[in-house]
């Protein structure tokens, strides 16, 4: 069982920055993929970005949806049970509350992940 509980949501303009972080207790979280979505009134919850886990042997460590590659970072900090998405360039359209998810294996699914967050509220003003 692992819980998960992310911080660092706010209002920003468009154009600037936030960074979002997930800290996982309980369990091994270097075991664990981490991923981040994202829900916006009246839409589905979306796959923003995911990273495996630390042990992996893949190469290929990331996955990013169109909408936000280049734009947004994940990355995690194994000391520190934490999962981190750093997003920069932010659009209106990046307004949602965003998740952080964990399981056994990088998916772009939501419906792969067994652990969530509470959610972080971001909103990007025009």
């Known amino acids: 069982q692992v819980q998960l509980v992310e911080s660092g949501g706010g209002l920003v303009q468009a154009g600037g920055s936030l960074r979002l972080s997930c800290v996982a207790s309980?369990?091994?979280?270097?075991?664990?993929?981490m991923g981040w979505f994202r829900q916006a009134p009246g839409k589905e919850r979306e796959f923003v970005a995911a990273?495996?886990?630390?042990?992996?042997?893949?190469?290929?460590?990331?996955a990013y949806a169109n909408s936000v590659k280049g734009r947004f970072t994940i990355s995690r900090d194994n000391a520190k049970s934490t999962v981190y998405l750093q997003m920069n360039s932010l659009k209106p359209e990046d307004t949602a509350v965003y998740y952080c998810?964990?399981?056994?294996?990088?998916?772009?699914?939501?419906?792969?992940?067994?652990?969530w967050g509470q959610g972080t509220q971001v909103t990007v003003s025009s």
């Open positions: 998810a964990a399981d056994e294996r990088l998916a772009t699914s939501s419906y792969e992940y067994a652990y």
């Open positions: 309980s369990g091994t979280f270097s075991n664990y993929a």
């Open positions: 990273i495996r886990a630390a042990f992996s042997w893949r190469a290929t460590s990331t």
